[in-house]
């Protein structure tokens, strides 16, 4: 049983890059690169993934393959957006074309469900039943 050591105030990694430790336990502390706990007896980070066990190379690949990631997650990220605004729009394009279409049937005493059974968004049928037949589309 050797004495408890006292964390240390900063790691600092082989680039140079330096963190101070932030939390600190009874008997170590909280690795301020990748968040695991030190034991105070250890002289280095037990992690095998932490930035600490990295050469300046090994440091600078990561940083670089971390940064590529983080561009293609932002560009999928960008792409979903857009995807959902044009969703969006479509969506109320087609409301707003059936509601006008709907009034239009309405208005001339058509069949509002023989249009909404049409192809109504390329090509809408305004049809006018005869007083006293059935809808067709009414006996579904
Ligand atoms: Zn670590
Ligand atoms: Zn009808």
Known sequence: ?????APPAS????????????ATYSNGYECPWCFYPVRADESACANPACDTWLSVDGIAARRADQAKRAEAAEAAERLRRFDAAQRERAAERDLNLWRELSA????????VKCLRRS???SAPKFVKHRPGTVCPNDRR
């Open 119 to 121: 192809y109504w968004r």
């Open 1 to 5: 049983m050797g004495t408890v050591q």
């Open 104 to 111: 239009r049937a309405e208005e001339g005493g058509q069949c």
């Open 11 to 22: 790691v600092t990694l082989a680039n140079g890059e330096s963190r101070v430790v932030e």
